[in-house]
């Protein structure tokens, strides 16, 4: 067995988490001054409301270029037709993507009519040419109901959170529930830190799968955290002459091989449905993915090297 004793590497541990804490907060501060996003991450449709078209193009081996600046001049100088007594939306602010290399098309803008969607679709398709039948999607979310759905998931995150600290604070004492509340703080904040960089340099945007992402993360936080907590109770029984440290060392030890497992295995499907569960689906891969790695190092790394330093004072 690997006898990896992190306590002899505490400041080690601890400053590569305090680490990865900063970036992830000043990733999410940029983000939050950055004019065109004003959140500490970019939210995507299902938070802002508007509508979002997505074409796939018809490709026989390469697709003809295009440049998401052409893209996006030629909707602003569209001209919509009005919907009743609303006046038609100014798309000079609509976003284009172009994903798996030019094959497919995204393209966001505020809330639209049946009538100026089919407008917006009939110039985006004069300009990516033929398109796969069955490959269209519209999607329309008003305003109202995105900011009712980022409300239900904030308190969704909230009531999670409370529900753990009551549990954790009722099966161990006040220092375990410390620690345990706080390495699942580390583990969302470092998780919402990776994506607010993606968002500021690669325009990723997070959504209602974002926030199922964060809680899962944060149950698996809390069950690795769990686990590693019974194992330093049993070896306090079992190790009473030796210190704190130690006892957290070879609790550590000893769950070192089934943690590894269980991250892997619970990996495996995570990886299957970042290559092949497509674009829906791969960001929340890659956000539980990166999660649950956060988890297991926070529970490796980080509770059981705190514990002493709390426990001394």
């Known amino acids: 067995m690997f006898a990896f004793r992190v306590n002899r590497h505490r400041r080690r541990l601890l400053l590569l988490s305090l680490g990865a804490l900063v970036l992830s907060i000043l990733g999410m501060a940029l983000s939050w001054s950055s004019p065109s996003i004003r959140a500490p991450l970019r939210p995507g449709l299902d938070f802002t409301g508007g509508t979002q078209i997505q074409l796939e193009r018809r490709c026989e081996s ?3 270029p295009l440049t998401v600046s052409s893209l996006q001049r030629s909707l602003a100088a569209l001209k919509l037709p009005a919907d009743g007594a609303n006046p038609a939306p100014a798309l000079a602010g609509a976003s284009v993507q172009l994903l798996d290399g030019g094959r497919s098309l995204v393209a966001r803008t505020p809330s ?3 009538d100026q969607a089919q407008v917006v679709l ?3 398709q004069d300009q990516v ?5 069955g490959g269209l999607s519209i999607d329309t979310i008003g305003p109202t109901l995105g900011s009712q759905l980022l409300q239900a998931s904030l308190v969704s995150l909230l009531v999670s959170f409370v529900g753990i600290s009551l549990y954790i604070s009722f099966r161990y004492d006040r220092i375990y529930a410390a620690l345990a509340l706080l390495c699942l703080a580390h583990d969302v904040l470092i998780t919402c830190g990776l994506f607010a960089w993606l968002g500021l340099l690669a325009g990723v945007e997070v959504n209602s799968l974002f926030a199922v992402a964060l809680l899962t993360i944060a149950g698996y936080s809390v069950n690795d955290t769990v686990v590693i907590f019974d194992r330093i109770r049993e070896k306090r ?7 704190l440290a130690d006892q957290a060392d070879e609790a550590v030890i000893s769950t070192l091989t089934r943690s590894v497992y269980t991250s892997l295995t619970t990996l495996l499907p995570l990886i299957a ?3 092949f569960g497509g674009s829906t689906l ?3 891969a890659i956000a539980l993915s990166f999660g649950i790695l956060v988890g297991a190092w926070s529970s490796i790394g980080v509770a059981p090297t ?5 426990s001394r004072r």
């Open 282 to 284: 791969y960001w929340f």
């Open 122 to 124: 009939q110039a985006l």
């Open 62 to 64: 390469a697709c003809p």
């Open 306 to 310: 705190l514990l002493p330093v709390l």
């Open 273 to 275: 449905l970042i290559f």
């Open 129 to 133: 040419g033929d398109t796969v039948p």
């Open 237 to 243: 029984n079992q190790l009473k002459d030796l210190p």
């Open 112 to 114: 639209l009519s049946p």
